[in-house]
């Protein structure tokens, strides 16, 4: 049975979708860039942004009693492939044993002119 993942310690969906959809042992998470659930803000260099949404996603997976150590794959979409140094070093320390599966792709622009966005699949 599909069940809706919703969250107030990430930022609400900014369209038509779910912060996440739980289908059996299975979570998929929608891509997150890094708004401030609060404020409702996007803002900060690609460190201070990469470092955000992956707060975010870590809500999304709390919120489906899991963490990073379920997450079984990952996309990072970067609109500037010069960030990508920068961007896995950040990422990878949420992931320091066994890391997913992972796609790196580069893109022309992003919501709210985000400079990164990162969206998981989980598995429990």
Same mark, same amino acid.
């Given at each position: 049975? %599909?069940?809706?993942?919703?969250?107030?310690?990430?930022?609400?969906?900014?369209?038509?979708?779910?912060?996440?959809?739980?289908?059996?042992?299975?979570?998929?998470?929608?891509?997150?860039?890094?708004?401030?659930?609060?404020?409702? &803000?996007? /803002?900060?260099?690609?460190?201070?942004? +990469?470092?955000?949404?992956?707060?975010?996603? &870590?809500?999304?997976? %709390?919120?489906?009693?899991?963490?990073? /150590?379920?997450?079984?794959?990952? +996309?990072?979409?970067? +609109?500037?492939?010069?960030?990508? /140094? +920068?961007?896995?070093?950040?990422?990878?320390?949420?992931?320091?044993?066994?890391?997913?599966?992972? /796609?790196?792709? @580069?893109?022309?622009?992003?919501?709210?002119? @985000? %400079?990164?966005?990162?969206?998981?699949? @989980?598995?429990?």
């Amino acid at each position: 049975m %599909k069940k809706i993942v919703l969250t107030k310690e990430a930022p609400a969906p900014i369209g038509p979708y779910s912060q996440a959809v739980a289908m059996g042992p299975l979570l998929f998470c929608s891509g997150q860039i890094a708004i401030d659930p609060i404020t409702n &803000e996007l /803002s900060g260099d690609i460190r201070e942004q +990469t470092e955000k949404l992956m707060k975010n996603i &870590e809500a999304v997976l %709390k919120a489906n009693e899991m963490n990073f /150590s379920h997450v079984v794959k990952t +996309t990072i979409f970067l +609109t500037d492939m010069k960030d990508f /140094s +920068t961007v896995n070093e950040i990422y990878g320390r949420f992931f320091p044993q066994y890391p997913p599966a992972r /796609s790196t792709v @580069a893109v022309a622009a992003l919501p709210k002119n @985000a %400079k990164v966005e990162v969206e998981v699949t @989980a598995h429990r």
